[in-house]
């Protein structure tokens, strides 16, 4: 579902991203774990066709992203860390106009179950300046969902939400991977991505330095030890602290 191959992001004479290749198949969420500039948020944009990559191809639901963006970026949906709305659209409006971009059919039918299921409905018909922080992040993953995505970026995602809404948030990842969407999950929330990430992708200065399903990276790192959670794996892998 999600297909990297060779791909390298430069900002100038930095080189933020280097010869990256990985894959997500439908049902699994890969948890892009890295220090601070690591490349974690180089990466995500880049294979979600924010910014361009200078080398390299991502193929999102066997569709090159370069060749034809608009088909592959129709399968996707990124939600970044800070939420970008429409300061004078309500929350219903916003849901309104995401769908007649992506020609979202009945989209009225599938607005309000998202409404519930975020905890927002109550606020349908109020303005962004009128929520909270995590009630904004809310509508943006709301809009994200509308139409159904197969594959699915999250740059820290739980920023801003109470601790009812990070479950209800785990859970919804968790349900839409069962349905067959192929997740990548950044966060430095390191007992989130234990949570729910079947796979890791370890950065470390633009580069990969450990890959795997969760199991295959606990056996690398955990040096037989159990109970070893995944921050002191994280350590070990990188010599380092997350933050």
Request: glycine share 10%; hydrophobic share 40%.
């Amino acid at each position: 579902m999600i297909e990297v191959s060779a791909l390298t992001k430069r900002y100038g004479t930095f080189t933020a991203v280097r010869d990256l290749s990985f894959t997500v198949q439908p049902g699994e969420v890969l948890g892009l774990v890295g220090p601070n500039g690591a490349g974690k948020t180089s990466t995500l944009r880049s294979i979600a066709g924010i910014i361009p990559a200078n080398a390299g191809s991502i193929r999102i639901g066997g569709v090159d992203l370069a060749a034809d963006p608009i088909s592959a970026k129709r399968q996707l949906a990124f939600f970044p860390d800070e939420p970008r709305l429409f300061d004078y659209l309500t929350v219903r409006q916003h849901l309104n106009f995401v769908s007649r971009i992506y020609g979202v059919a009945n989209h009225a039918a599938l607005a309000q179950p998202l409404l519930e299921e975020l905890e927002i409905a109550d606020k349908a018909d109020q303005l962004p300046g009128e929520l909270s922080r995590g009630m904004k992040q809310k509508l943006a993953i709301a809009c994200g969902l509308l139409h159904s995505p197969r594959v699915m970026f999250f740059d820290e995602p739980l920023t801003g939400l109470d601790p009812l809404g990070i479950r209800r948030m785990k859970d919804s990842i968790l349900r839409r991977a069962r349905e067959g969407a192929a997740i990548v999950l950044s966060s430095h929330l390191l007992h989130l991505l234990e949570e729910v990430c079947s796979h890791v992708l370890i950065l470390k200065k633009g580069e990969k330095i450990a890959h795997g399903t969760m199991t295959d990276i606990f056996t690398q790192f955990a040096q037989g030890e159990t109970g070893v959670s995944l921050e002191e794996i994280f350590i070990r892998a990188t010599g380092g602290s997350e933050n």
